[in-house]
């Protein structure tokens, strides 16, 4: 009997994942950029408040992961909390671009201005007026924009009220996304048969990086022109808001929760699916029940896999945060949302086709591929200049298909090792992985940046952790799923003779 997966249900499920990858792609390309350029904060101060929301996800995911595991409601166990968790978010998250737009009113309505520049090229010193006050600001810079941006620094310095505001409500937006992250991403398992858990992680891809597509889009149109000069990012943000109360309603409307687990559940114990952890010889290797420890072998590579994707986020998390920063500033590129909707194009054409391959070869070699890749992708980027900034594009498709390579297969190896009934508590192990990454590298990679004042060190940076995951992920044994074409119901097993 050969298991099929039923696309329009995945399809479906997949609109949250979908929701969540279109604010933490507009995220990731903004609030940097606010924070550095509105707000006038050096890329490592920026990194230690880019990596709040990784701080907050270490122990959130989990933590609610478990919850949901334990939840039961007449609409199921995720989706009482993707609902909150979206409405909250996306009602806050225009507050954070009102702040944002105050910061740059008041530069003009407070009295900033330069009225002298000396030093040096290397050092040169910047005179500010502020009311009665003269005051000086020294910076080792040759950017073109760092006058106007030390005015906001100035700004910042003496009325700090506007960015401490803007970072509360930036906390409590960020607490509302990781009520709902782990249910979220936990339900595609919970309606999925483990050996289509890849396939069905492909279309979820999909979806999640037609979300992110869909926000560099929204950057590109509003983030610039007389919208962008009038509201700032207060028109993008609300657009961003609105699209994603949008795919929750749809999702709420079409998703059946309770009856599509149900039908899971009945798969898994028909085929006895739950105990199947295949190994590469094939064996079974996994039969423990939810309170029974792993098996050694097992766990050595849940720890492994795990340790890869710290590794890796480390690599890429810090190209994706700083991105934008890097692009304007180095390369010069106004539509600094281009190059990475380029990966983002990619990635969408490569997901559905990765998770067919991913089931043919094995999830583990895909990930190999995809991480050899995007190590050399990643290194070629430091030669990147204005004058060959054209390369970026290229660059950036490579990066698009490899991380998917990675994405497709990284997450449903770890809940291989999962039951139906612990699913939400193995989602927010990967999480919290791939989250305690994330709270470290934009502060890693900004205080690099600041110290070198080179930017191209970024990539540099990346291309070694990614390089380093290789590593641990080479030596991975377990996760692979079983064979879909040789699954028997455990009644006809029974049934067979014994030799």
Known sequence: MELKLNMKRTFLVGLAFMSIMLFWTMYDTIIAKMLVDNFGLNQTFSGFIMALDNILALFMLPLFGRISDKTRTKIGKRMPFIIVGTIVAATLFVGVAFFDLYQQIAVSDLGFSLISKGGTPENPVYSFTYGADVFTNTVRSRLADQRARL??????????????????????????????????????????????????????????????????????????????????????????????????????????????????????????????????????????????????????????????????????????????????????????????????????????????????????????????????????????????????????????????????????????????????????????????????TPIFSGFLMDITNYYPVLFIYSAVFMGLAFIPMFFVKHGEPAPITNLKPVEDIAEEPKE
């Open 151 to 440: 005015i906001f620094t100035e700004l910042t310095r003496h009325k700090p009220g506007l960015l401490i505001g803007f970072i509360v409500v930036l906390f409590f937006v960020l607490v509302a996304m990781g009520i709902y992250r782990s249910p979220a991403v936990s339900l595609m398992p919970d309606v999925t048969p483990k050996p289509l858990r890849s396939k069905a992680n492909a279309v979820i891809n999909f979806m999640g990086t037609l979300g992110g597509a869909i926000s560099y889009m929204l950057v590109f149109f509003f983030a610039k022109g007389d919208i962008f000069k009038k509201t700032g990012y207060v028109t993008t943000f609300i657009v961003t808001s609105l699209l994603m109360l949008a795919l929750i309603a749809v999702f709420v409307l079409t998703v059946r929760e309770n009856a599509w687990y149900k039908e899971m559940v009945e798969i898994t114990e028909r085929y006895n699916l739950d105990t199947l952890d295949i190994d590469d010889e094939g064996l079974d290797v996994s039969q423990h029940s939810d309170d029974e420890k792993m098996p050694k072998d097992v766990r050595r590579s849940f720890i492994l896999i795990l340790t890869a994707v710290v590794l890796w986020f480390m690599g890429y998390n810090a190209a994706t945060t700083k991105f934008s920063v890097y692009a304007f500033n180095h390369l010069g590129l106004e539509d600094f949302s281009l190059p990475p909707l380029i990966g983002i194009i990619t990635a969408t054409l490569a997901f559905i086709p990765i998770g067919i391959i991913s089931q043919k070869v094995g999830r583990r070699r895909m990930i190999l591929f995809g991480i050899s890749v995007l190590t050399v992708a990643l290194g070629a980027a430091v030669f990147i200049t204005g004058e060959t900034k054209v390369l970026m594009y290229i660059i950036m498709g490579l990066v698009g298909i490899s991380w998917a390579s990675i994405n497709v297969n990284s997450y449903p190896m770890v809940v291989e090792m999962s039951r139906h009934g612990n699913i939400g508590v193995y989602t927010g192990y990967y999480y919290a992985a791939s989250m305690s990454a994330m709270i470290a």
